[in-house]
């Protein structure tokens, strides 16, 4: 008896065999490369009203020489006899067909931004109102005469802070954080949005002495941020271990390392979930060995 | 033979009472609580951080996981904030069904709030019985968006899906049979011995401390300041409905209770008015595929169960991540008054204090 003829199958070259435990090597995980922000997102309308300008100038530009170049091709086209070209149209903003409408920053006309302005005087940096929302920017000293006056202030009259957050610009010239305030009024049923621009190292005054309850949310700052505040009573960290490294809000903070512990399966001592992790990884077009770079 | 020194302990972070990891060291004199510091972080997971490199409509999983006892109501407030970034405004039909599927889920977060408190105090039975409406809830979720508990049931703009078929039946026999529920509940609490011993007295905060200190929600209604955002900032179909903001005045856990009790009627009439009233039409605004932000910051600040929940979010031009985000948690600065309840209280108070609050350690810790 013949024996039946089995095509000769491909030989699949087997996955190497790995030499230690299986690590992940998270310093060269893509998620481990920061991507720094290039630009200062930070809401103004000094800086819109630039943008505008500019964006206008731009597109006065492009017509005038759109234009110039219509006059001398059509200037060329006579001189040779030919047709004339087809006058150049001004190009409309595209008009898009949804239920968005951006809210830009506008002039300040509610009250309470006037009378801010009016108490403070020059301290006050700028004020705006965008998407319904009051803003008034302060100079970073004098943060606490600003709450003061917003408590106080008969016409103001913010009773309560309702949230105290920051945020890191790392591509900022002049400041490194904001530290937003965002006050209620319960009487008159208003918000109003305080803020400072903070450099590194600065430590703005506590608001506890006016508003107690902003205890927690400057040490949640502290902790996330790095940014401590003058004669706050407790200024320790709140979620993160009190002997943690680095400050996790900001942008040139890893999302994956730092803290996280390698994963070996010590277990797996005949080496199988490694081959299993290493092949699965492998028909999902991942390379667990050598993550991409980018 | 008797020491007379102060005593230091630790309640938590494993104790049964705290809903979560809580820790509360505790100075001790005698059972006289004279030192109170609470300390979280024990549940910290990074939720803005992970945000933050995540695309805006990828946020909403995990305000679901940051108050997982009202998942609808975190949804709520993100879906308005990212709405109120980009200006979107949301078709009506969206926005009665989002208030309604909000009520449902501060019934369910009160009600979880009552098995669990009266649990913690030592009053079993309304725990079954708080648990068994918040059964029917849960399946009014699945029935809506496929999961009972995280949500993720908006999407920014609007709904992903209409109401299904056979809904509004789910709603009107829960309706037909909850003010009977809650008034089995108010048998078993309101005149009971116990209870009234256990809660009344218990853990006062008066209004000026609770407005000092930022406490929203049920706790500073109880303290006679008649402040919801519903009514204050209306949002979502708030404006169109009829309800009151029930208030007391004697600041205290009988107090609250109480309100959040009052809290679950008028919930219930805000959702007969939400079925009555609901327009036809569709559940989603046109928007673009991919939602690219301009510079802007927004503060949005919405009513969820515990208090108010606010977002903040800003925006880079030309960017589909937020570039922050930040959640104001209402537990995290309700949590903040707990040394102010407790201190000078007895040692068997402070259970009764932290249930008050109502807290949840997830939405805490972020």
């Known amino acids: 008896m013949s024996e039946p003829v089995v095509p000769e199958t491909p030989q699949v070259p087997e996955p190497e065999a790995p030499s230690g435990p299986y690590v992940y090597d998270y310093a060269a995980s893509p998620q481990r490369q920061i991507v720094m922000p290039k630009t200062v997102p930070l809401p103004s309308l000094r800086t819109y009203q630039a943008e505008v300008k500019a964006a206008a100038e731009a597109d006065e530009a492009k ?76 100079a970073k000293e004098s943060i606490l005469e600003a709450l003061q006056l917003c408590r106080q202030d008969a016409q103001l009259n913010y009773e309560m802070l309702a949230d105290e957050t920051a945020t890191h610009y790392p591509a900022a010239t002049g400041f490194a954080f904001s530290v937003v305030y965002h006050l209620t009024s319960i009487s008159r049923r208003k918000r109003l949005r305080l803020r400072i621009l903070v450099p590194e190292g600065f430590q703005p005054e506590t608001a506890c002495a006016v508003y107690p309850g902003a205890n927690w949310m400057e040490r949640e700052i502290y902790d996330m941020l790095g940014i401590r505040f003058a004669n706050h009573p407790d200024m320790t960290r709140i979620l993160c271990p009190e002997d943690w490294e680095g400050y996790p809000l900001r942008k040139d903070y890893p999302t994956v390392g730092l803290g996280q512990r390698d994963i070996a399966f010590r277990e797996d001592r005949g080496g199988m979930l490694e081959r299993i992790a290493l092949q699965k990884a492998g028909q999902l077009g991942i390379n667990l060995k050598q993550p991409k770079a980018d | 033979m008797f020491k007379n020194e102060e005593m230091e302990i630790n309640l938590g972070p494993q104790h049964p009472s705290t809903h979560g990891v809580l820790r509360v060291k505790l100075r001790l004199d005698g059972e006289t609580i004279t030192h109170c510091r609470p300390m979280i972080g024990y549940l910290h997971r990074g939720v803005e951080k992970i945000c933050e490199n995540q695309t805006f409509f990828q946020g909403q999983v995990w305000t679901d996981r940051m108050d997982y006892c009202s998942a609808v109501a975190n949804n709520l407030g993100w879906a308005e904030a990212n709405e109120k970034l980009f200006g979107i405004t949301v078709p ?69 899906e209409d109401l299904p078929p056979g809904f509004e039946k789910m709603v009107q026999k829960f309706l037909a049979k909850f003010p009977s529920c809650l008034e089995e509940y108010e048998n078993l609490l309101n005149e009971n011995r116990i209870w009234k011993k256990r809660t009344i007295g218990v853990a006062k905060l008066g209004a000026e401390d609770a407005i000092a200190m930022g406490v929203t929600g049920p706790v500073l209604r109880a303290a006679g300041v008649p402040y919801d955002i519903r009514k204050a ?37 805000i959702i007969q008015q939400c079925m009555d009233g609901m327009p036809e039409g569709p559940v989603m605004a046109k928007l673009p595929k991919i939602l690219k932000a301009e510079v802007n910051e927004v503060y949005h600040a919405t009513e969820a169960p515990k208090g108010e929940i606010g977002y903040y979010l800003v925006g880079e031009k030309g960017s589909s991540n937020p570039y922050r985000f930040h959640v104001r948690a209402p537990g995290f600065i309700n949590l903040q008054s707990l040394p102010k309840m407790a201190e000078g209280g007895l040692i068997a108070d402070i259970v009764a204090a932290i249930g008050t609050l109502d807290i949840v350690l997830g939405e805490i810790d972020r």
Request: glycine share 4%; with cysteine; charged share 30%.
């Open chain 1, 63 to 138: 017509w005038v020489k759109m234009q110039a170049d219509f006059e001398t091709a059509k200037a060329k086209a006579e001189a040779e006899g030919k047709d004339a070209p087809k006058p150049p149209v001004r190009p409309v903003p595209r008009k898009d067909d949804n239920d968005m409408k951006t809210p830009w920053p506008q002039e300040a006309k509610d009250a309470d931004l006037l009378r801010l302005q009016e108490c403070l005087g020059a301290k006050v940096e700028e004020i705006f109102e965008q998407a319904g929302e009051l803003t008034c920017q302060v």
């Open chain 2, 233 to 269: 900032f209306p949002y979502a179909a708030y404006a169109e409905m009829d309800f009151e903001v029930p208030t007391r005045t004697e600041a205290d856990t009988y107090a609250r209770y109480l309100v959040r009790m009052d809290e679950m009627r008028q919930s219930a009439r």
């Open chain 2, 92 to 160: 009506r039909r969206a926005q009665y069904i989002r208030t309604m599927l909000n009520e449902f889920n501060r019934l369910a977060s009160h009600l979880i709030w009552l098995a669990t408190h009266a649990l913690d105090i030592g009053a079993m039975t309304v725990f079954l019985y708080a648990f068994r409406e918040r059964e029917d809830i849960l399946d009014m979720n699945e029935a809506f968006c496929g999961s009972r508990l995280t949500t993720t049931a908006f999407r920014i703009g609007g709904l992903r």
